[in-house]
């Protein structure tokens, strides 16, 4: 059977519910702020993670991370994704590395990641602070989800094309244009395959 809908409205899909419960109740907002902010924040997610792997070596390197760190931590073995163990892990500060969305972020965005919450809360209105703290909670939250759909058979070639699928093109605008032009940057310490290679190097 395939699924037509991309990885960001499938993960969206599923958080809705008690998952947005949670981070409503995390970040003091109402459920309506919280799924908006939500469905605002997997994209962004999502698209920096589809330039990182937009090149081969980058996709490898967060193959090989999500092997690492997060296959286990999907919960049930491998059995599925487990949304309300890994929700509950990151929120109580347990899982170590696999739940650490501060670190991860750093991974994903580089040095950036204040720019990304920034753009987050203008998108959505909160501030920067729980901006960033969103990220934080939903960064692992996403990691989990693609090792449980890639990981496994290990294929590099298909997260790529996935998650290329997921970042927006470089010349469209809005919201989507200020992610492509805040992580389309190689070569200036911005994020590309280098940091991503530092992602496996350094966990």
Known sequence: MVNTNSLTE????????????QVSRQLGL???????????????LMGALGRNASQPQGA????????????????????GFDLGSILGAVLGGGGGSATNGAGILGHVFGGQTPQAAQALGQQT?????????LLAIL????????????????????????????????GSGGFTGLLGGMLDQNGDGKTDVTDLIGFLGKR
Do not use: C, W, Y
Request: no cysteine; proline share 6%; hydrophobic share 40%.
């Open 139 to 170: 960064a692992p939250i996403v990691m989990s989800f693609l090792a449980q759909r890639f990981a496994q058979q290990g294929n590099a070639g298909q997260l790529s094309q996935a998650l290329g699928q997921e970042a927006p093109p470089a």
């Open 30 to 44: 109402d459920q309506d702020q919280a799924s908006q902010a939500v469905t605002a924040a997997l994209p962004l």
């Open 60 to 79: 490898q390197s967060l193959l090989n991370a999500l092997q690492k760190d997060h296959l286990a931590g999907g919960g049930g073995g491998g059995g």
């Open 125 to 133: 209105g909160l501030d920067s602070g729980r901006s960033g703290q």
């Open 10 to 21: 499938t993960l969206l899909s599923q958080l809705q519910g008690p998952g947005v419960q």
